[in-house]
């Protein structure tokens, strides 16, 4: 008994050394990832590899209690609430056709690619090749959307809500071969489409419900100074409700954290208050990603990438990279006014992550009751995992590259005026330099010096005069005086409602005043939307 407790009370601090091991590991990647200007996902992909099966194998992802499938259950949708949050409801509008399209014929074509490939070049059977192509049908958002900062700002959302609401379909169609395998009935074709419908627009409809109820909610009841754990709330009961529904939680996710984030943008929150709800959200992306890309790493073994299906799933990952999801892309965008330098840069973002890995690995889970096809479940498994792990560190690796070559980056103008400040400042430092250097010496190089640095610094100050122009037009300073009038209305509503709770002023007296700058905050609103409804451009 007591060598039974022994080797449990070890096994638990074998556990808890992993743990802390992890969250070392995940501060050392962000840090590498900042030095050297790269995801932080490669680094922990990297690092989870090497401590893994694959490499030294001194961290056994079966410890933790979870599987690949299990982490899609939870943690894929975390992030996605919280990246949706800072998504511009306005912007998706503008993409709304071909997002729609990408992740419905632009999934089906995938899959379909991926079937045909597998199929007439790898000899798999029909159905293996389907739940093959089912399964890598998706893109990922986990792998995606933290690669796409400082990308056009169109595009940026486009793939985001591409990656974000794709898995649906693609989980839909892996239900229906899976059926097929197991000697099932097949189902109609209106039933596979109601069930498309069911999950995408239940799970839509419900996550934007309660986007909607809950910052109603907090403003009812002034809970403002728990924001960020009311949000984590909201989360949880949008995501669970959608599920008990038989609905998509991760649409329900995404579609909440989109109504719930513009929501409180637009709402009577203070820029505080707000702040303080993105960088919460922050650090929890930051966790689910240390979650997701090491345990993604560490479930690789040496057999998926140097054994004898290697090849079969190197030429999978390529025909997927360099045809089939191009191919997607063009098809799906075939009617948007989109140029093709944007297309081809759609195509190149199509990483694949962590939710086909869970699927692949339900295959091998349920391997038993598929028959003739159980032989199949572990080559799926192990090329579905080669397609993740290489597409996430090409993709990741090429991002910057291929924005810039493709050039769809888009450079912010204060960015730009920053930059053009420091330039000036450093120059201004070498001329005090050089003019030091005229009192001490003869030489008429420092002469020569002095005027190509004046002429540098005159070049410079010219083009900051013409930014701050187009910077801080007309338009710009009214909108900021807009915005900073609607932070003293809320701060004034914050107070009142203080007082109230501190029974300073009666109720009556609240209410009153309250409704009075109520009723200027509107009209602050409304002028703030007009104005971004007339100069779209200076936005």
């Not at 909108?479 to 914050?494: D, K, P």
Request: aromatic share 8%; glycine share 6%.
């Amino acid at each position: 008994m007591l060598e039974l407790l022994s080797a449990t009370m070890q096994q638990s601090f074998n556990i808890v050394d992993q743990i802390g091991l992890i969250l070392l590991i995940g501060i050392i990647s962000a840090r590498i990832a900042k030095l050297f200007r790269i995801p932080m996902l490669i680094p922990l992909l990297v690092t989870g590899l090497f401590l893994g099966p694959f490499g030294l194998g001194l961290i056994k992802p079966e410890y933790f209690g979870f599987s690949l499938s299990g982490l899609v259950i939870f943690v894929v949708p975390l992030f996605l609430f919280g990246e949706a949050l800072s998504t511009d409801l306005n912007a998706l509008r503008s993409v709304a056709r071909p997002v729609i399209l990408l992740v419905t014929l632009g999934v089906f074509v995938t899959a379909l690619g991926v079937a045909a490939f597998s199929y007439f070049l790898l000899g798999l059977p029909v159905l293996v090749s389907l739940l093959l192509g089912s399964i890598v049908a998706a893109t990922d958002p986990t792998v995606v959307v933290p690669l796409l900062q400082g990308v056009n700002k169109r595009i940026a959302t486009l793939l985001k809500a591409e990656s974000s609401l794709n898995d649906p379909v693609s989980i839909v169609m892996f239900s229906v071969i899976v059926q097929l395998m197991e000697g099932g009935t097949p189902p109609t074709a209106l039933a596979v489409v109601l069930s498309l419908l069911k999950l995408l627009v239940g799970g839509a409809l419900i996550g934007a419900a309660m986007g909607v109820v809950s910052t109603t909610l907090i403003q009812r009841f002034n809970v403002r100074e728990r924001l960020s754990y009311v949000s984590l709330i909201v989360f949880v009961i949008a995501y669970s409700f959608a599920e008990y529904l038989g609905t998509s939680g991760i649409v329900a996710a995404v579609f909440c954290g989109i109504v719930f984030g513009h929501e409180i943008k637009s709402a009577i929150f203070s820029s505080a208050e707000r702040q303080e709800l993105f960088y919460f959200w922050e650090n929890v992306s930051f966790l689910t990603q240390l979650v997701i890309f090491l345990l993604l790493g560490l479930n690789v073994t040496r057999g998926m990438l140097l054994g004898q299906s290697a090849i079969a799933s190197v030429l999978v990952t390529a025909s997927l990279i360099l045809l089939i999801r191009p191919l997607a892309v063009f098809v799906s965008t075939a009617f948007d006014k989109m140029k093709n330098n944007e297309r081809l840069f759609i195509s190149w973002m199509g990483a694949r992550g962590a939710v086909p890995a869970a699927l692949a690995s339900i295959v091998v889970g349920i391997s038993a009751s598929l028959g003739s096809f159980s032989s199949f479940s572990e080559s799926v498994f192990e090329i579905t995992l080669f397609t993740v792990v290489v597409s996430t560190l090409v993709v990741g690796f090429t991002t910057k590259p291929v924005a810039r070559a493709l050039k769809v980056v888009e450079r912010e103008p204060f960015e730009e005026l920053s930059a053009l400040l420091a330039q000036r400042k450093t120059l201004k430092s070498a001329l005090d330099y050089i003019n030091e250097k005229k009192k001490s010496s003869p030489l008429s190089i420092y002469q020569n010096l002095e005027q190509e640095l004046i002429s540098r610094i005159e070049e410079v100050e010219k083009k900051i005069a013409s930014l701050q122009s187009s910077i801080y037009t007309e338009e710009f300073l009214q909108r900021q005086t807009l915005l900073e009038r609607r932070e003293v209305l809320i701060a004034q509503l914050q107070k009142l409602a203080e007082m109230r709770r501190n029974e300073e002023i009666t109720e009556e007296v609240y209410q009153k005043l309250r409704t009075e700058l109520n009723k200027n905050l509107k009209e602050i609103e409304r002028l703030l939307e007009s104005a971004k409804a007339e100069s779209p451009s200076k936005r």
